[in-house]
């Protein structure tokens, strides 16, 4: 039997708080993964050797609970976690996680789940267990990722559908090595921030609102939810330079309308515009910390991570590309 699942981190390259507004996002799997062994056991036990997030064991439990739920038959375990994935830098550690869990909980019971209703599985799990109300993009893309290619998803009717980087683009994510403690009930106070814009503009969510009347977390998710799509056809098109000016444009209003970003994702950003073969550059994830992504031309990527570097030398880089979605995971 396979014993041995993988699951990637994520990095969103537009689209951000748009999930739980039932927008638009487009994120792309990368090549940072937990990856879940086990065996049977006469009781359940779970271990990890890498460095995982604080009540990590929460997550997993989480998971269980949520297959539990839906009568999965789930035969005492040893699984043992093992992650490339950094915590706290925004590149969903925690999807990952609770996804691998999942995929080897349901392999154990040999039962089989659709893809989208395991993300889902597993959002609830993290609201639930872990209070934070997020959305269903980590989950979805660390499922469904593809290599090369990001995913438009619509968060409202869950339709997806590939859009391929073009080959000589890199994805570099700069990770500012902070993450502020208000992070988790920012996120929460944004959401219910949302739900209340949402009802005073007479909308069922924010995705059917056109005029945002003066409100400006209703102004980000607005005009974020268009970018998205036009990004979508930039990308179609090679369109480098509305590319650029798509991020520039999202960070922004996700620094003053939408007010989760911080000064060190700010600099990050900053940074990123004098440093050679910069496409286009923003926060990206939750906010408060975390990391930035920048789409870099791949043949300048190194020259690119060594001058931001020099420019911010406590920056963790990541030169990536769009990896696959979760699965078996050869020995
Ligand atoms: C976190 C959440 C996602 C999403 C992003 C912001 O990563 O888990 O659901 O809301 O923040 O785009």
């Known amino acids: 039997m396979q014993n041995r699942f993988r699951a990637p981190g994520r990095v969103n390259l537009i689209g951000e708080h748009t999930d739980y507004n039932d927008g638009f996002v487009l994120p792309a799997a990368i090549h940072l993964e937990t990856i879940a062994t086990f065996t049977p056991a006469p009781a ?13 064991q929460r997550y997993v439990s989480g998971v269980e609970k949520q297959l539990r739920r839906r009568a999965v038959p789930i035969p005492p375990l040893a699984i043992h976690f093992e992650s490339t994935l950094p915590l706290g830098a925004g590149l969903s550690s925690s999807a990952a ?19 989208m209703e395991i993300a889902r599985l597993c959002q609830q799990a993290e609201i639930e ?26 968060c409202r009717s869950l339709a997806f559908e590939a859009v391929a980087i073009p080959e000589d683009i890199a994805l570099v994510i700069a990770d500012t090595g902070v993450k502020h403690a208000l992070a988790s009930s ?69 620094k003053n309308d939408y007010q989760v970003s911080c000064l060190e994702l700010d600099m990050m950003v900053e940074y990123a515009g004098l440093c050679p073969g910069l496409i286009g550059a923003r926060m990206t994830g939750g906010g408060f910390g975390g990391s930035t ?23 963790t880089i990541y030169i990536t590309k769009a990896a696959n979605g979760a699965g078996p995971q050869s020995p």
């Open 44 to 56: 359940m036990n779970w271990t990890s050797s890498s460095n995982p997030p604080e009540a990590w």
């Open 97 to 115: 996680l609770e996804v691998s869990a999942a995929l080897a909980f349901i392999a154990a019971a040999g039962f089989e789940l659709p893809p």
């Open 129 to 154: 267990t872990v209070g934070l109300g997020c959305g269903i993009m980590d989950q979805f893309i660390s499922l469904h990722g593809r290599a090369g290619q990001a995913m438009l998803l619509d």
């Open 186 to 254: 920012e996120y929460n106070t944004r959401r219910a921030e949302c739900a209340e814009a949402a009802q005073y503009l007479g909308v069922q969510s924010l995705r059917d609102a056109t005029d945002p009347r003066g409100n400006p977390r209703a102004r980000h998710i607005i005009t974020e939810n268009s970018r998205v799509l036009a990004f979508v056809e930039a990308l179609r098109t090679n369109d480098r330079r509305s590319l650029g000016q798509l991020m520039a444009a999202s960070h922004l209003s996700l």
């Open 293 to 315: 992504i920048n789409l870099v031309e791949a043949d300048q990527a190194q020259a690119f991570a060594e001058r931001l570097r020099d420019l911010y030398p406590a920056a």
